[in-house]
T-cell receptor, first 113, second 116 residues
Framework: QKEVEQDPGPLSVPEGAIVSLNCTYS??????FMWYRQYSRKGPELLMY????GNKEDGRFTAQVDKSSKYISLFIRDSQPSDSATYLC?????????????FGKGTKLTVNP | NAGVTQTPKFRILKIGQSMTLQCTQD?????MYWYRQDPGMGLKLIYY???????DKGEVPNGYNVSRSTTEDFPLRLELAAPSQTSVYFC???????????????FGPGTRLTVL
């Protein structure tokens, strides 16, 4: 079983839809959970992060972590064509540096006008 | 700030050739990383460095070498290029944080390498 599993999609939704992106993981020591967004032919950029369990909201984006189920989610409300990108989950046991991030494979999202 | 810059943007190599991918950051970050990204495969860590003069292997180091003589620069060397090294290479940097702050890695725009 891979440490981090993420459905690669692709996922195609109409503008205004609610999007749900998910990852599962096997390492119970993970404490930091991140979502990176990667536009086509660009480097990833950090979108949101959550420490330990719980929810975090930032505008149209909500990140959820369920450590008991080893499951994390990113919800996008009122999706826009500009949200079209690949979304990668990432997680680590500590704050990074010598502790490496483990990335999911990424889910490619297309929001159609 | 320019952030993380990478050169070249694109390169085609013949099997057996060598090259160096350049990476520079102007954010004074201690930590730097090299990843490769294959289609549908996510990011795989090749090498990383926690400071000048200190480097360590990641998940897929074979066929690559790195050096870190300054805080700003972290070049990746490919010796004897092989078709399996065809990929997009990303350099990233980060800085130590405390408490509940996650490690935000800042990525460069990538180098697209094809080995024929």
């Amino acid at each position: 079983q891979k440490e981090v599993e993420q459905d690669p999609g692709p996922l195609s939704v109409p503008e205004g839809a609610i999007v749900s992106l998910n990852c599962t993981y096997s390492n119970s020591a993970f404490q930091y959970f991140m979502w990176y967004r990667q536009y086509s032919r660009k480097g990833p950029e950090l979108l949101m992060y959550t420490y330990s369990s719980g929810n975090k909201e930032d505008g149209r984006f909500t990140a959820q972590v369920d450590k008991s189920s080893k499951y994390i989610s990113l919800f996008i409300r009122d999706s826009q064509p500009s949200d079209s990108a690949t979304y990668l989950c990432a997680m680590s046991e500590t704050q990074g540096g010598s502790e490496k991030l483990v990335f999911g494979k990424g889910t490619k999202l297309t929001v159609n006008p | 700030n320019a952030g993380v810059t990478q050169t070249p943007k694109f390169r085609i190599l013949k099997i057996g050739q060598s090259m160096t991918l350049q990476c520079t950051q102007d954010m004074n970050h201690n930590y730097m990383y090299w990843y490769r990204q294959d289609p549908g495969m996510g990011l795989k860590l090749i090498y990383y460095s926690v400071g000048a003069g200190i480097t360590d292997k990641g998940e897929v180091p074979n066929g690559y070498n790195v050096s870190r003589s300054t805080t700003e620069d972290f070049p990746l060397r490919l010796e004897l290029a092989a078709p399996s090294q065809t990929s997009v290479y990303f350099c990233a940097s980060s800085y130590p944080r405390q408490g509940e702050w996650a490690d935000e890695q800042f990525f460069g725009p990538g180098t697209r390498l094809t080995v024929l």
